[in-house]
């Protein structure tokens, strides 16, 4: 990650993040009592330098508390030193608050904002659900703060197109149904036609369930932070655009902006179909949950060979998904194409929409190449779920940097298309 003095040209830096968060933040009469929504520790991003520039700019308006809400989804929860560093505070930080952590199973933190309607969901999931789905989100963003603040970036995601925007809001701070419903609208469309793609079923879901959020906050003001990022000159990452925005049209309008500014980045380019991938997943995605991503970013058609081979690398991930119940899950179902998992939908009503999605996003729809593990996770398990096995002691970049191959360092960071 880039400190402010040693961003290189062409990329914002801290003073310039400070006068775009200030403007953005001019409208706003009274914010003594602040929430912060800010995206979980399996993002790579520079959360730290929006963070604390909306600091330093409330501050000189009267701020007296600052919570923080990691927005988790479906992820673990995070440890007080990681919400900490993602957001470049200390316990000392003057008027740091409560740092919250959404947990999307716990009824507790959770009430009930509205309901998306049968037909619009049959609309978006070419009727595989048709039922009405209860939105709930978490109660803390309703605690009658002065100010929610957003922090979010966009770059292309497996089942929204583009990450960014509302999708802090939905998956990031609701329940599990809503959670399930977008993701399942997104695999049924296909990994590959949903990455990169910015208006898709998902991203509809998506909008109307923020959309009811926002509406329950009333006149509370929301905004959005949205950065795009780039890799700077040292391997880390800066800020490459910040866009604003203030309700959901600020947030559609500031989305819009930043998958502009995404497509011209973040979309690497093979010259030809490979038939070895191997993605060194960095170590903030511990468990194969995120580490899927490793299988996503070389989804989109012609960058892999007929029955290529993807190796997903990271010793130190030893579990599918570090809740036990999701882990038993997946286990359960194990990784398998669109008619596989659609006939176990069928013969287990009611499964997990959402473990069903991710199972099938990592194996690929018509499971037309091979996914391998060379992590901490066993032979017998790996191939159990219908996986391939590795010994990650015996991954060697320079056995994969031949022609037909592909290393990738920063595994799950950046989405692979055939060009020249």
């Known amino acids: 990650m880039a400190t402010a003095s040693t961003i290189p040209q062409g990329f914002l830096t801290q003073e310039g993040i400070h006068g ?58 995070m440890t007080r030193v990681e919400t900490l560093t993602k957001l470049g505070f200390t316990d000392s930080t003057p008027c740091l608050g ?25 609309s978006q999931t070419g009727g595989a659900i048709d039922h009405a789905i209860p939105v709930t989100a978490n109660k803390i963003i309703f605690d009658n703060y002065d100010l929610v603040i957003c922090i979010a970036a966009t770059k292309p995601h497996e089942a929204a197109g583009f990450a960014g925007g509302t999708k802090l809001l939905v998956p990031g701070i609701v329940g599990g149904d809503v959670t399930a419903s977008f993701h399942w609208a997104a695999a049924l469309v296909g990994l590959p036609n949903i990455l990169g793609k910015a208006d898709n079923p998902a991203r509809r879901i998506i909008d109307r369930a923020a959309g009811m959020i926002m509406d329950r906050l009333g006149d509370t003001p929301i905004v959005l932070l949205n ?3 780039a890799e700077d000159d040292h391997g880390g990452m800066a800020v490459k655009g910040l866009f604003p925005g203030m309700g ?10 930043s998958v502009e500014l995404s497509s011209e980045l ?27 991503k490793g299988s996503y970013y070389v989804q989109i058609p012609g960058v892999l060979a007929p029955d290529a081979e993807v190796i997903i690398f990271a010793p130190h991930i030893h579990a599918f998904h570090s809740n036990q119940a999701m882990d038993a899950a997946i286990r359960e179902i194990g990784y398998h194409g669109r008619d596989y998992v659609l006939d176990f939908l069928t013969r287990n009503p009611g499964f997990n ?17 091979r996914v391998t593990l060379a992590t901490g996770i066993s032979e017998a398990d790996c191939k159990a779920v219908g996986l391939g096995y590795r010994d990650p002691a015996s991954i060697r970049r320079e056995e994969f940097e031949g022609a037909g191959s592909l290393w990738v360092d920063h595994g799950g960071l950046w989405t692979y298309v055939l060009g020249s």
């Open 20 to 77: 775009i968060v200030e403007s953005a933040l001019r409208p706003v009469a009274r914010c003594e009592r602040v929430l912060v929504i800010h995206p979980d520790y399996s993002r790579t991003d520079c959360t730290d330098l929006v963070a604390r520039a909306a600091h330093e700019v409330l501050l000189s308006r009267g701020l007296r508390t600052m919570d923080a809400f990691n927005s988790a989804g479906t992820h673990r929860k």
């Open 98 to 122: 409560t740092l919250f952590s959404h947990e999307y199973d716990n009824a507790a933190q959770l009430t009930h904002v509205g309901d998306l309607p049968g037909e619009y969901i049959a």
């Open 227 to 229: 950065m795009v990022l």
């Open 248 to 257: 959901l049209d600020g947030f559609k309008q500031a989305f819009a902006r």
């Open 266 to 292: 973040h979309f690497i380019k093979v010259a030809e179909p490979v038939h070895t991938v191997v993605q060194r997943m960095h170590n903030v995605y511990d468990e194969i949950w995120t580490a899927g």
């Open 353 to 369: 929409l959402n473990i069903a999605s991710h199972v099938m996003n990592v194996r690929g729809v018509n499971e037309d190449f």
